[in-house]
Nanobody, 125 residues
């Protein structure tokens, strides 16, 4: 059974860092694009970053460029989102998702057929 499980969320002060992990089971991680998305209260879910099957291509939302870094370890079936210089506006539930067609998009969420249950990130003093 295909499963994605996020971990690493929590409460952090502005300017701090968090490391989110997405553990994948039930399929071979390197065959798919993995994306990170977030949804704040009252807002639509938005793309944060995605990484290609090989790890050679990445996309970042403008709002996180220079602060967030996505990486993957296919041997461990894990994708990591390192978040630095966090801001209050980064507060949201963060989800990872798998795109079986490897489209490499942050705008079309419909191509991501498998989603985790999310992990809460709160940036507050």
């Amino acid at each position: 059974q295909l499963q994605l499980v996020e971990s690493g969320g929590g409460l952090v002060q502005p300017g701090g860092s968090l490391r989110l992990s997405c553990a994948v089971s039930g399929f071979t991680l390197h065959d798919y694009t993995i994306g990170w998305f977030r949804q704040a209260p009252g807002k639509e879910r938005e793309g944060v970053s995605c990484i290609s099957s090989s790890g050679g291509n990445t996309i970042y939302a403008d709002s996180v460029k220079g602060r967030f870094t996505i990486s993957r370890d296919n041997a461990k079936n894990t994708v990591v989102l390192q978040m630095n210089m966090l801001k209050p506006e980064d507060t949201a539930v963060y989800y990872c998702a798998a795109d079986l067609r490897a489209t490499m998009t942050l705008r079309n969420l419909n191509v991501y057929g498998y989603w985790g249950q999310g992990t809460q990130v709160t940036v507050s003093s």
